[in-house]
């Protein structure tokens, strides 16, 4: 039984970006191979390298919003609202942080003097009716929302590198942190390469922080995430499948994405529209995922359990120990990892 514990380490203070690189393709790359259980030092540049005429690379497109805002209630108690999902009519659901919960018919002055009515719950969080359409307000009065281990508050130069060049959809409240690592000069290289580039929509949501709180992880309940896998994208895949190339998937927010379209359907894979709380960890069986290409991940969080069920528990902890050791930079600001499928996806 694979227990949480299995999936943790010690991260030294200094490790954690907290600010991004000079240029995005300037990191490093660690390539772990789960096939020959090895790993190398690369620099990110070089991942034009493991790329070949007729692979098909597939990105997330969602846009972060500056989905952290401050606030007052009418009592004059300060307020901190982070918004997780956008909704119909100028509704959202939204984690409130205050001395005490706002009740059901509650008004909050937002920053900006926007007047807001909590309408309701659902579980931990509130569901709030806006006088308007909520991005632009977020636009104007909105902060960007950097994960809590950065330890600082967002900077204006965050607008832009917490979010990926092709940032298209807005929803998310994390950026898919391993496509920061592209600029437009990179994508171009490599769709002149002859290698197809994709676009996928995950909305990532502040879940993706969450700890895990139990022992055994066969017991955890994973957040659920609205995601769309269009048609186009899945039909590129069959026919990349079909020719005997590679499959790359840049973040774990796409793994998930692609392996739910997979999931859902009884062929490879379909289009897929909708929530998905598909919980990947040792002992799952990729039906499309090839390569990937990630950040470094947070100790014993499910992202951490998803990449070693992709290249093995011991391989990943051994990469991890590695990355620590030759002081690569982690999170989300950080450095990246190239991984490729183990050969057996029964190995734990």
């Known amino acids: 039984m694979l227990r949480v514990d299995d999936f943790d380490f010690v991260l030294p203070d200094e490790l954690i970006a907290r600010y991004p690189s000079e240029q995005r393709t300037q990191s490093r790359l660690l390539h772990v191979d789960g096939q020959a259980q090895s790993i190398k030092d690369e620099q990110f540049a070089q991942f034009l390298n493991y790329l070949n005429e007729g692979d098909c690379l597939v990105l997330n497109n969602t846009k972060v919003m500056p989905a952290r805002i401050y606030g007052k209630k009418e009592s004059g108690g300060k307020i901190e609202l982070l918004i997780e999902r ?11 942080r205050s001395s005490r919960s706002p009740k059901e018919g509650a008004t909050l002055i937002l920053d900006g003097d926007i007047k807001i009515e909590v309408i309701g719950r659902k579980q931990n969080l509130f569901l709030l009716q806006f006088p308007s359409e909520i991005l632009p307000l977020l636009d104007q009065n909105g902060h960007m929302p950097l994960p809590p281990y950065m330890s600082r508050e967002d ?50 949501g502040a879940g993706t922080f969450a700890p ?18 269009p048609q186009d994208v899945c039909d590129t895949i069959k026919i990349t499948k ?9 973040g774990t927010t796409t793994v998930r994405s692609l392996e739910s379209a997979a999931r859902a359907c009884p062929e490879l894979i ?20 090839d390569a990937m290409i990630t950040n470094f991940h947070l100790p014993k969080s499910t992202l951490l359990m998803l990449v070693s069920a992709f ?6 902890m051994n990469a991890y120990q590695h990355a620590i050791e030759q002081k690569y930079r982690f999170y989300s600001y950080g450095d990246a990892m190239l991984l490729t499928n183990r050969i057996n996806p029964q190995e734990s």
Request: with cysteine.
């Open 86 to 96: 956008l909704m119909e009519n100028n509704q959202a659901l939204a984690h409130i």
């Open 311 to 316: 290249c093995g528990t011991s391989t990943m």
């Open 242 to 250: 079909q020719k005997g190339k590679k499959v790359i998937a840049v």
């Open 155 to 204: 900077e204006l130069s965050d607008r832009d590198r917490y979010q990926t060049v092709y940032a298209k959809d807005p929803g998310a409240v994390a950026a898919p942190t391993a496509g920061l690592h592209f600029d437009e000069v990179m994508l171009q290289a490599i769709t002149d390469k002859g290698v197809q580039v994709k676009y996928i929509t995950l909305h990532v």
């Open 212 to 229: 895990v709180k139990v022992d055994s992880i066969d017991e955890h309940i994973m957040h659920s995430e609205w995601l769309h896998v």
């Open 270 to 289: 379909e289009e897929f529209k909708g929530d998905s709380d598909i919980f990947i960890f040792p002992g799952f069986q990729f039906k499309v995922v």
